[in-house]
């Protein structure tokens, strides 16, 4: 399904962009993907906390400054408390991998207009806008992959407990970030872009607030695996109300890399025209007719 909604991205952005000519384009790239959480607390990223993504789009140029991206992005990302740098969290001693998928639209402000009618060689920009995800935090028990939503290891399937409900799987996140684009041909640019992803979840990574009460979380559907994967604490598992998560700070995702921008008949119509000599015939100019205003 994913496949087929590219392919008519795709599609779509070709045979607009060709009757539209240089106001579409269409775009394809990927690079590194991270996230910030209670599973990530470096400032600097831990070089095994890095996976990729990859996205692809239809781009279209509202004016000489602001341009309109529609895409869709795929990315993996993953956290591990073997990495963090505070004690308390080494000693957790929790895990996770997070596979998503997005649709975002964007808008992007270029902080430099075109010159002489045409795109710049190199051009920075802002981006801003907003994201619909679906996310499925996994984590590895004896080589086997546990999907941890379903078994509420913070204690959101304990009825009448008094903690959260079950977190969604979809959620809206808001990209904000900085790109540069550089100019390859009339046609193609290669794009750099370093985008973070505010997200409305702190349960990114199935960590967010306190342990539940370990004998009503046995209580549970899959209350015996839910125990198991709440908590990897070599002391025990800790009384209810112990911390085990920062509330106060939802989750970021991250990405950071390059696409390839294809948009024919790039600099045709966004200003001036290339042939300049389209005004004149046989070597002569042609005089423009004075257009006079109309009175009643």
């Not at 710049?120 to 996310?135: A, D, E, M, N, Q």
């Not at 499925?136 to 008094?162: D, F, K, S, W, Y």
Request: one cysteine or more; hydrophobic letters at 35%; a positive charge.
């Amino acid at each position: 399904m994913r496949e087929k909604l590219i392919i008519i991205l795709l599609l779509c952005g070709l045979s607009t962009g060709l009757k539209a000519q240089s106001r579409w384009g269409i775009f394809a790239g990927g690079g590194t993907s991270w996230y910030y959480g209670d599973m990530n607390d470096r400032l600097l990223t831990h070089k095994k906390l890095f996976s990729h993504y990859w996205k692809a789009g239809l781009l279209y140029k509202a004016s000489q400054r602001v341009y309109i991206t529609g895409s869709y992005a795929s990315a993996k990302v993953v956290g591990a408390d073997s990495l963090a740098i505070q004690d308390f969290n080494l000693k957790r001693d929790l895990h996770f991998r997070n596979d998503i998928w997005h649709t975002s639209l964007q808008v992007e402000y270029r902080l430099l207009g075109y010159k002489d009618g045409r795109t710049r060689k190199v051009t920075p920009y802002l981006v801003g806008g907003v994201s619909y995800f679906h996310h499925n935090p996994v984590a590895i028990l004896n080589g086997r992959e546990i999907e941890l939503r379903p078994l509420g290891t913070e204690g959101q399937n304990i009825p009448n407990g008094g903690y959260d409900s079950p977190y969604k799987e979809y959620s809206f996140s808001f990209p904000y970030g900085i790109g540069v684009e550089f100019k390859l041909t009339n046609a193609f640019a290669l794009r750099l872009e370093i985008v973070n992803h505010y997200t409305l979840t702190d349960y990114f990574d199935d960590l967010s607030d306190n342990y539940a009460d370990s004998t009503e979380l046995a209580g549970t559907p899959l209350g015996a695996l839910a125990v198991e994967m709440a908590n990897n604490l070599v002391t025990g598992y800790p009384s209810k109300g112990f911390g085990r998560g920062n509330p106060k700070n939802n989750d970021t995702y991250v990405f950071a890399g390059l696409s390839l921008l294809y948009s024919p008949f790039n600099d045709k119509d966004s200003g001036k025209s290339g042939n300049k000599s389209g005004n004149r015939k046989n070597g002569k100019r042609k005089k423009k007719k004075a257009s006079c205003p109309a009175f009643n």
